[in-house]
Every structure is written in C-alpha cells, then in structure tokens.
C-alpha cells in the first residue's frame, strides 16, 4: 500500500514539473520589450558610449574636432529626446543595457 502511495505521489511530482516546463516554454518573455522611444534613446546612448570608450581618460575639448561634435550632438539629443521624456527607470535600464551589452561584445 505503502509502494503504491509513493508511487501516486511521484507520478503527481513529474506531472507537476512537466506541465511548468511546458509552461515555460510557452509563455512569451516580455522584459527586454522596449517602446520606440526607448530603443531611440539606446541607439543614442550605444553611440555616445563607443565615443566615450576611445577616449577614457580625455576632457570633451581635448578629442578631436569631429568626435567632440558628435558627442555634443548625441549629449543634447539625449538630453532632449530620453532624460525629459522618459521616466528614471527607464534611464538607469538603458545605461545599464550599454554597459551590460559593452562588456559582453553584443
């Protein structure tokens, strides 16, 4: 009897893990879904990034003429289009999608 309870008991256990699984697999993962706007701002936020890389340790009047008005440029059009717009979380999730998305060469 004992056996047979047991038994019940891991028959219930692997339907249970097999139907999560399954479970799993088809509900859609919606956490990297980015609005329109958000997936602007990290465009803008990648590129000023990759300018910020080249040049680590120099002030923006030290870099060369062509790569100081890009950052200019994408520092206002961030300024304009991201931080006015868009809510704190959304900022920090971008900034650390740039640095996350840097170190791993995505």
């Given at each position: 009897?004992?056996?047979?309870?047991?038994?019940?008991?891991?028959?219930?256990?692997?339907a249970?893990?097999?139907?999560?699984?399954?479970?799993h697999?088809?509900?859609?993962?919606?956490?990297?879904?980015?609005?329109?706007?958000?997936?602007?701002?990290?465009?803008?936020?990648?590129?000023?990034?990759?300018?910020?890389?080249?040049?680590?340790?120099?002030?923006?009047?030290?870099?060369?003429?062509?790569?100081?008005?890009?950052?200019?440029?994408?520092?206002?059009?961030?300024?304009?289009?991201?931080?006015?717009?868009?809510?704190?979380?959304?900022?920090?999730n971008?900034v650390?999608?740039?640095?996350r998305?840097?170190f791993?060469?995505e």
């Amino acid at each position: 009897m004992a056996s047979v309870f047991l038994l019940a008991i891991g028959i219930g256990i692997a339907a249970l893990l097999m139907s999560s699984t399954i479970l799993h697999f088809l509900t859609p993962i919606t956490d990297s879904v980015l609005s329109p706007q958000e997936k602007t701002c990290q465009q803008i936020a990648n590129e000023g990034y990759k300018i910020h890389k080249i040049y680590p340790d120099s002030n923006p009047t030290e870099l060369p003429i062509d790569d100081y008005q890009r950052l200019i440029y994408l520092d206002e059009l961030w300024i304009k289009e991201c931080v006015s717009v868009l809510p704190a979380d959304s900022i920090f999730n971008i900034v650390n999608n740039v640095e996350r998305n840097y170190f791993t060469g995505e």
